[in-house]
């Protein structure tokens, strides 16, 4: 079946320092991720994507792994700020525009 | 360049009523899709349309459709509503099929309140 999770519903670091998130996923098959932010009365937008042929992929301040192995995969957000707070997700794309979406972690920023 | 409209933003209906929501795409974009959003469930997909053709559905009961319009833009129709059908919706756009990314844009949602 389909199935993406998240790991933590809430996340909460300090302003400046490195977020992680993660998410994992049950089908072996699935070979294509993205990750999306959805600040408060917004929709989803995209961060970045990696597909299974890849181990990493770097976007601007932020870095996605894929773990084929365990079925896992993070996004890493360098240097928090403020407006890094939302709620990411991480979503298989199973073809013809269809995403899957895990639950999503709700990332909250201290000053 | 706009992006993704959706009318209305919000609405209240009570059950057993009919809603109409609509979604005009960024400019150029033909595919369409729509998902729901709900605190308990999280995102999840409707149905996606391209060319006027809906090419995937979702797990949702058929109380619940959509279609496209020639210049792409896209209303999806609930019918006999319930009261768990209160919930975000939000549409998505994307480039034709051959671009076959997960790059949707999404509008900002019609937050809709079943009493």
């Known amino acids: 079946g389909e199935s993406v999770g998240l790991h933590l519903p809430t996340l909460s670091v300090q302003e400046g320092d490195n977020s992680i998130i993660n998410c994992a996923y049950s089908?072996?098959?699935?070979?294509?991720f993205i990750w999306y932010k959805q600040e408060s009365g917004k929709g989803p937008q995209f961060i970045i994507d990696i597909r299974s042929n890849m181990d990493k992929r770097q976007g601007q301040r932020v870095t996605v792994l894929l773990n084929k192995t365990v079925k896992h995969l993070s996004l890493q957000i360098a240097a928090t700020q403020p407006g890094d707070s939302a709620v990411y997700f991480c979503a298989e794309n199973q073809g013809a525009q269809k995403l899957v979406f895990g639950q999503g972690t709700r990332l909250t920023i201290n000053p | 360049k706009a992006g993704v409209t959706q009318t209305p933003r919000y609405l209240i209906k009570t059950r057993g009523q009919q809603v109409t929501l609509s979604c005009s795409p960024i400019s150029g974009h033909r595919s369409v899709s729509w998902y729901q959003q709900t605190p308990g469930q999280g995102l999840q997909f409707l149905f996606e349309?391209?060319?006027?053709?809906?090419?995937n559905k979702g797990n949702f009961p058929g109380r619940f459709s959509g279609r496209q319009f020639s210049n792409s833009r896209s209303e999806m129709n609930v019918s006999t509503l319930e009261l768990g059908d209160s919930a975000l919706y939000l549409c998505?756009?994307?480039?034709?099929?051959?671009?076959?990314?997960?790059?949707?844009?999404f509008g900002e949602g019609s937050r809709l309140t079943v009493l």
């Open positions: 998505a756009s994307s480039l034709p099929p051959l671009a076959n990314t997960g790059e949707l844009f």
């Open positions: 349309y391209f060319s006027e053709t809906q090419r």
């Open positions: 089908n072996s098959a699935s070979d294509y």
